[in-house]
DNA sequence: ATGTGCATGTAACTGGTTACATGATTCG
DNA sequence: CGAATCATGTAACCAGTTACATGCACAT
């Protein structure tokens, strides 16, 4: 489900703006962002980087080492800038937001109650999981990241709560509800 | 991006779950959820279809007709219930609509504060247009819709609230910063 | 010697989308 | 008569992942 608008390629060419990099930096770095968005595979990064050479977005300033394999330091030109800035301000998409969730939630509704409840409370399990994660990468980050970290982190916790919140409360009313129809 | 987890293959088998159907009638009921998660493609959904029949999910009515095209009317096996229970189960992984904006804010950030306001100022307007589709779709529905559809909608609403309220909160801030900087 | 880090890449596969092909029926 | 709906599917393509291949340097 690629969904062509996560688009890996201007993705590390936005990471050239703050400074030329090469494939290897480019994976060290994203790793280390990994809990926002995972990591870059090698399959998908240096394909990628040889297309952007090819379209002139970028460029390879190749080091020849007589010991080491060449490290290869990219660089964005101005038309890359230019088309770098078009895809910042691309639509993301259809808010199809969600999509994997709400895909198991439309599933999950044709189960029982208890089996409705069963899958709410696993999924909240997750999220709580997952929005633990996002503290301890708060915690970890401290004041040394940048303006776009900290932004991204405070998206990706306010979207987290905002999951939490509506889940404990469904479950309060699925849990209700299963219960008023077992005494009645 | 295809994100290996957001299944075709397991939704339109949790489609089953409810009754049987042909892969006619699988799109058209997408179709009127697509303000949710968008429709299928045909050159998805069939080859989805075979691939159930093959790994003995659903099995197949062959409704033959001379006028027409055969209908083919598809149904889940027990073995099919038992794996689609798993996927329900199963951990979604960050969103990929929210990891396409993550990754822009990401390089949105190395912009002047300008040009970053310019690009959160962008997104609300998409954030606020998709709310807006959200509400009329919750008065199109009414009492009518099943409570999957209510669940789903419920979860959209508030995710894409918090989000509203995370842009609109983060618009304040780095507008104010950006005025200091200036006056400064 | 053994594993970890540096550093590059390819091949096969996956899970889709887009666009096309086919053909009858029904509605305006 | 033409358009929409019913109803099936295929072929080409796309963006990405997984797993593999290669090889040197340095520390344990």
Known sequence: MPAGNVSLRY??????????????????????LSWLIGGVSSGGLYPALRAL???????VDIKLRTDRPPRKVY???D??????????DRPTGPD??????????LVASNYSPAGLIARIEQRR????????????????????ADL?????????LSVADAELAWLDRELGRVSQEASLVEVG
């Open 11 to 32: 993705f590390v060419l936005g990471l050239l703006t703050q400074q030329p990099m090469s494939g290897y930096d480019i994976r060290r770095f994203v790793k280390s």
């Open 53 to 59: 050479l090819g379209d002139g977005l970028g460029t």
């Open 75 to 77: 660089a964005i030109t």
């Open 79 to 88: 038309v890359g800038r230019r088309e770098l800035r078009q895809w910042v």
């Open 96 to 105: 199809s937001s969600m999509k994997a969730f709400i895909m198991r939630l």
């Open 125 to 144: 399990l997750q999220a709580a999981a997952s929005r633990l994660a996002l503290d301890e990468a708060l915690a970890a980050m401290g004041d040394s």
């Open 148 to 156: 776009g970290q900290r932004l991204a982190l405070g998206y990706a």
